[in-house]
């Protein structure tokens, strides 16, 4: 453990702690910051107010919207001075948003990667190779940190370019690599492709840093299976700081929270009432020491669960389930609720099949129309036709008796989906409602 | 002797089948005889052809998805009724083509046909008590 002192802090500690930094957080942001006074005025809710950890329902949630509406620098609660440096999500999906940091948020951001890694078995005898993006996005320069602060050996090779991300795991003896998910899949396509001699059991590599999008458990048996590596779960998100806000401990049964610096709630995305543990729903999150980008109830959309269960690791941080899904990635088709991951799941169960897939919904006329490309690699194909298609009803069929609706299954030549060496494209949305 | 065919995935969709044939055609491979099998969607293109292992070699570097089957080769006569004999034989051994095509080119007075079986060895052993010829590989790519 990197910090036993905070990551096995009797729950009861923890709580008083948690109320003590939501006080300061929550008097930080309503002090130097125009925005939030304004919010927290409107809903009539004051710092002052904030006397138990039940108070926190009185306090107004935050949305991707507001953080768009105060593009760039408006959220920002210290002096620009302050500010030594600056990160940015991609904005795919409308503005960008742009998060700070003080010197002393680095640090912090730093220490829970670092405790991230430690909690994956990693010590400063391990060589990390960082193969997520260094720029803007959180994940390079994240894990640069973190793996600094713990003292292992730090390869700051970026994403992309497979073929040297090969060849250092080999020269430099790398133990363990950083990168997304579906960029680990894409590692061992390639390696059975087109480096068949290369045998990550004659390498020193036995773990993978995996994250920055949401993956399912058979994900990570294909990845373990086909690499012969542990894939260990990274959480984050650059709202809150990046990544390190929860991760995988050797137990691999769900992530701790860091929680003497993210406070967490389930709430009910549709009414926004806080749910008891144990209950699924969208996690909100409020950063107790964030100084120059704090988060005051950020409404993540991330869809999980909360729970204590007397961890082996020792631990006595709160777990999140692996995040089933978004609630804004959330597909309703036809009236049925349907998350990407749970598309995953069905084509993962039918032999073979790998999860290089898409989702395109569109709608015709008044029906939303459904169709999933599968890519076709070896393994599945045959020269009978008759194979061909029974794949293709064997996955539409698990399609309606698992998700509840039908759809069209194309399958397509390998290489035919836009796989970007970050995060995939898994679902087209071209219904305009 | 069996005969190899190399079967290919191939979208169907304008661009796609002459995507596979430069990369054979750069790879010096020469086409004996081919078929596709097509839906809406994508088609199987089955070829003998003088090198399959190279020619899976070169679309596989290229990400394109194949594979390699076992295929009889039968010479029959060019003649009516020589197909209808040829099948009779499977049939009454209930043994099911799964699918056959025949070649473009005569052999002298022999039209060659290719049949795609579950279970090869059972058709082989089928054709031979029944006194008709096998081609072999090397008599169709002529070398």
Redesign the interface.
């Known amino acids: 453990m990197f910090n036993k002192e905070f990551e096995a802090m009797p729950l009861k500690k923890m709580k008083e702690l948690q109320l003590e930094r939501l006080r300061w957080a929550t008097g930080h942001a309503y002090k130097n910051n125009a925005f939030y006074k304004k919010k927290f005025d409107a809903a009539g809710f004051h710092p002052d107010q904030l006397k138990t950890l039940d108070d926190m329902k009185r306090v107004p949630l935050l949305t991707k919207q507001d953080m768009r509406d105060n593009y760039p620098f408006g959220l920002f609660c210290v002096p620009m001075d302050r500010v030594v440096r600056v990160h940015s999500s991609s904005g795919t999906t409308g503005n960008a948003t742009v998060v700070g940091y003080t010197k002393n948020d680095v640090g912090v951001f730093a220490e829970v990667v670092a405790r991230c890694l430690a909690s994956y078995g990693a010590t400063e005898k391990d060589v990390i190779q960082v193969a997520y993006g260094y720029g803007l996005f959180t994940g390079g320069l994240g894990l640069h940190y973190g793996s600094e602060k713990l003292g292992a050996m730090t390869i700051p090779i970026s994403g992309g370019n497979t073929e040297r991300q090969l060849m250092l795991i080999k020269d430099f003896g790398t133990t363990m690599i950083a990168c997304t998910p579906s960029y680990m899949l894409n590692i061992a396509d390639y390696i059975e492709k087109k480096r068949p001699d290369f045998k990550i059991k004659d390498t020193k590599l036995r773990a993978g840093i995996l994250g920055a999008e949401p993956w399912s458990e058979n994900m990570r048996k294909e990845i373990e299976h086909r690499l012969g590596i542990d894939a260990y779960d990274i959480y984050g998100l650059s709202e809150i700081i990046g990544p390190g806000v929860s991760c995988d401990c050797s137990e691999k049964s769900g992530l701790h929270v860091f929680e003497d610096h993210f406070y967490v709630e389930i709430i009910d995305p549709e009414t926004g009432d806080i749910l008891p543990e144990g209950s699924k729903g969208e996690i909100v999150y409020t950063t107790l020491t964030k100084e120059a980008f704090p988060a005051i109830r950020y409404r993540s959309r991330d869809i999980t669960r909360l729970y204590h269960d007397h961890c082996k690791c020792g631990r006595t941080l709160v777990k999140m389930e692996k995040v089933s899904g978004r609630s804004d990635d959330m597909l309703i088709i036809r009236g049925v609720n349907v998350f990407p991951s749970q598309i995953e799941s069905v084509l993962m169960e039918v032999e073979g099949t790998e999860p290089h897939y898409q989702i395109i919904v569109d709608r015709k006329g008044a029906m939303d129309d459904v169709e999933v490309m599968v890519e076709v690699s070896e393994k599945i194909f045959s020269d009978e036709l008759k194979v061909l298609d029974g794949l293709s009803k064997k996955i539409s069929d698990r399609f309606r008796s698992v998700l509840g609706i039908s759809a069209k299954i194309t399958l397509v030549e390998p290489m035919t989906i836009a796989r970007s060496e970050g995060k995939a494209v898994r679902v087209v949305d071209k219904r305009k409602i | 002797m069996n005969v190899t ?1 190399l ?1 290919v ?3 169907n969709k304008p661009g ?1 089948l002459q995507g596979v044939l430069k990369i054979l055609g750069e790879a010096n491979i020469n086409i004996v005889t081919l078929t596709i ?1 097509e ?1 809406s ?2 088609g ?1 293109l ?1 070829m003998i052809v003088n090198d399959p292992e190279n020619g899976a070699k070169a679309l ?1 570097d290229n ?5 390699i ?1 076992d295929v009889l080769a039968i010479e029959i006569d060019d003649k009516p009724g020589s197909l209808y004999r040829a099948i009779e034989t499977f049939s009454r051994r209930q043994l099911n083509i ?2 056959m095509y025949a070649f473009t080119e005569k052999r002298q007075d022999k039209a060659v046909m290719i049949f ?1 079986f579950d279970d090869i060895e059972a058709a082989k052993q089928a054709l031979a008590e029944e006194g008709y010829g096998i081609v072999k590989r090397i008599d169709i790519i002529g070398e």
Do not use: G, K, L, P
């Open positions: 065919q079967s995935f191939v979208e796609h099998a839906t969607d994508f199987i089955r596989r990400h394109i998805t194949c594979s089957t799964e699918y795609r």
